[in-house]
């Protein structure tokens, strides 16, 4: 079947809608969902990926529309923004309407064929109904705190994205008063699928979501009044953080408060049940302030995040991807990795190679009595990090830890809190970077004592330090020990310790100062290299391009002939394929198996073959309102493997690439006739991974 996805053209005819080619992503992903090759569990992971994604557009990119309508007036006094959101809003509502009917008509139908049940009330037998009441009065009824409404208690504080209930009650209650609407705020602590014992599971998997548990029982809450109508809601709220950072004299105590205050912050989506009676979605609409587009009547559970608890229940093998083992580069599997580094650098391509490589770097340095000194950015690295507790060894030990950690890293911050907490007590150096700008670069710096005199090692990636997104996300990253790149990675820490100017780098290109006029100066120079009958080649992979100057500089570096591919993963407002705007200029977006996720800027340039790893998007927020890091591979070998890796199989995909045509539509490319399948991601596992491992995307 081939998928076609729009994206609205402005009104000036040269960019596209930032918010729908966004949510094109969305359908993109939600097609993994469709295909039929793809093992059931992990088609219905890619939903619950879809509902995470929406969830965060939810929570950011609307909000802010509606934070910026209302800021000094009303929403309808921006004719404008009202349209754009009435746009989203439409779209929205097409895409979790078809999301629902693929999880209904497709994938649940599928998993009960394989064995694999969720049960709803209707579908369960009486030993499993009799099982689910001994559960719900066990486990839940204990915990729940029905809240009948009435002057002495007004609607409930509902937490951001929790799940909760409206109830509809006749007659009176036990003081004689008519109050005819309860809520029920499900309990946070409980998980939501809960797995039947085998003998129930009629030899398969059967489970029931908590949700469905407390509907069946929920009149048992309100003894001596009848439930005429009740439904399941969730409301989505504004979740980013803000703080005056000009005001506050720490950041990290202000921030501790502000992440209380986001489960409750401005509501901007409410979802129900689409058996929700419109009284009761409307008074709920009136509680939170919301109009009826904000309102999504779901047919199953508010929360599609949650079913990935039922992947965990289920083994079967092949309802899965096959396992995947990361190939180990040879060259780092050395006991003396610093000596190694002195004969040349080692690039990494994550997830195909094993980031266990820079977690040794980094132990290895915490451990080694001739390092005297560790750096390190930290944006997202989760709860639990072999490298945070190398760096507490490290510093423990007495070596100088220089830490920066950015507290304002979206949805992460309560966990890099902690470990800002845990690094000083250990004696690190803890800083918080810029204030007003996010410290997104990925670096590493170690500095040992050899031979009387001070050598500098360095790690440059375009990904996190995240131990569970290394294996989920394509990115590079290069271990060397070139003084010239090292020395300018300790500038670029001295630059965010000490607040001043970095010094002129030769190197690197850093924001917010100089990437962005680094980036358009190389397309420039491609085009003035076309304009002078040469060819001009510009490839680059990324997650989103949306920055209107490098954009514009594309433009016109196509009407110069300079042949470009744009890899964006995501959303990308730049129109290709336009004669006399964007001729030279495709544009194409992967999605498969693993979430791409590396930035790479390759530039011609007369043979020179400029190829630059970074931890920047092309979006202005990027390249002005973030610290990023741009680094050249400088090792002619390496430079041919990013692009044998990083760019030319993604340009060769065939089976799981879309093409952004000049109408603003995605299409999936097929294969030709007689031409093989091809996935890049399937190509590098092969080649990189461990032998005999990988299954097809």
């Not at 349209?83 to 895409?95: G, P």
């Amino acid at each position: 079947m081939k998928h076609e996805q729009h994206a609205e053209i402005n009104k000036s005819g040269t960019l596209l809608d930032r918010e729908l080619s966004q949510l094109a992503f969305n359908r993109r992903v939600m097609a993994q969902a469709e295909d039929r090759s793809i093992p059931l569990l992990e088609r219905l992971r890619y939903l619950c990926i879809m509902s995470s994604n929406m969830d965060e557009f939810f929570e950011v990119r609307v909000a802010s529309l509606l934070a910026a309508g209302h800021a000094g007036g009303e929403l309808a006094d921006h004719p404008a923004l009202v349209a754009t959101l009435a746009r989203i809003s439409n779209e929205c509502h097409q895409l979790v309407q078809h999301q629902y009917e693929i999880l209904n008509t497709e994938v649940l139908p599928q998993l009960r064929a394989k064995g694999v049940h969720l049960l709803r009330h209707n579908d369960r037998n009486e030993a499993q109904r009799a099982w689910v009441r001994a559960y719900f009065d066990r486990e839940v009824r204990p915990l729940l705190t029905p809240i009948g409404l009435d002057p002495a208690h007004p609607f409930p504080q509902v937490v951001n994205k929790s799940l909760n209930f409206i109830v509809s009650l006749s007659g009176k209650d036990a003081f004689g008063r008519g109050t005819a609407i309860a809520i029920v705020k499900a309990p946070r602590v409980l998980p939501r699928v809960i797995r039947l014992p085998d003998e129930l599971s009629g030899g398969g998997v059967a489970v029931c979501l908590l949700s469905s548990i407390i509907h069946a029982h929920i009149s048992d809450l309100f003894a001596g009044r009848e439930v005429i109508a009740y439904s399941q809601f969730r409301v989505t709220r504004d979740s980013d953080l803000w703080v005056d950072e000009d005001e506050v004299k720490n950041l990290r105590q202000a921030l501790k408060g502000e992440l209380v205050g986001r489960q409750f912050g401005t509501s901007v989506r409410l979802e129900v049940a689409k058996n929700c009676p419109p009284e009761l979605s409307q008074f709920l609409l009136d509680q939170f302030n919301l109009d009826q587009s904000r309102l999504y009547c779901v047919n199953g559970p508010v929360n599609l995040v949650r079913l990935t608890e039922l992947i965990e229940h289920v083994q079967q093998p092949a309802l899965r991807f096959a396992p995947f083992f990361p190939g180990v580069p040879q060259k780092s599997a050395v006991a003396d990795l610093f000596g190694a580094l002195k004969k040349h650098d080692i690039l990494l391509h994550h997830p195909f190679q094993s980031f266990q490589t820079v977690i040794d770097f980094i132990r290895s340095a915490a451990y080694d009595p001739a390092v005297v000194a560790i750096k390190q950015t930290i944006y997202r690295t989760g709860m639990n990090s072999d490298l945070m507790e190398s760096l507490i060894a490290a510093a423990r030990m007495g070596k100088e830890v220089t830490v920066i950690v950015e507290l304002m890293a979206r949805f992460d911050e309560e966990a890099n809190i902690n470990w800002a907490d845990k690094l000083e007590q250990a004696g690190a150096q803890v800083v918080y970077g810029v204030v007003g700008l996010k410290t997104h670069a990925k670096v590493a710096l170690v500095i040992r004592r050899e031979e009387g005199a001070l050598r500098f090692y360095a790690h440059l990636g375009t990904g996190n330090y995240h131990p569970t997104t290394t294996k989920l996300y394509t990115d590079f990253g290069l271990l060397t020990s070139r003084q010239e790149l090292a020395v300018e990675v300790n500038e670029v820490f001295i630059h965010l310790t000490s607040l001043t100017k970095p010094h002129n780098l030769s190197h690197l290109w850093l924001a917010p100062f100089g990437l962005q006029s680094e980036i358009i100066k190389a397309i420039r120079n491609e085009a003035k290299i076309a304009r002078a009958g040469r060819p001009g080649r510009i490839i680059v992979k990324v997650n989103a391009l949306v920055d209107e100057s490098v954009i514009r500089a594309l433009y016109a570096a196509s009407n110069d002939g300079v042949k470009i591919d744009l890899i964006v993963r995501g959303a990308c407002t730049l129109k290709p394929g336009v004669a006399g705007l964007s001729a030279n200029i495709r544009v194409r977006s992967i999605i498969g198996r693993f979430l791409e996720h590396s930035r790479i800027y390759y530039f011609r340039n007369d043979l020179e073959h400029d190829v630059y790893l970074a931890s920047a998007d092309w979006m202005s927020r990027n390249l002005f309102r973030r610290v990023e890091v741009a680094f050249p591979v400088l090792d002619r070998a390496l430079k041919r493997r990013v692009i044998a890796e990083g760019l030319n199989p993604y340009l060769k995909d065939n089976s799981n690439a879309w093409e952004l045509e000049s109408s603003g539509h995605y299409t999936r490319r097929k294969p030709r006739a007689r031409q093989p399948h091809f996935s890049a991601q399937q190509h590098l596992m092969h080649t990189l991974g461990m032998p005999n491992t990988g299954a097809p995307d």
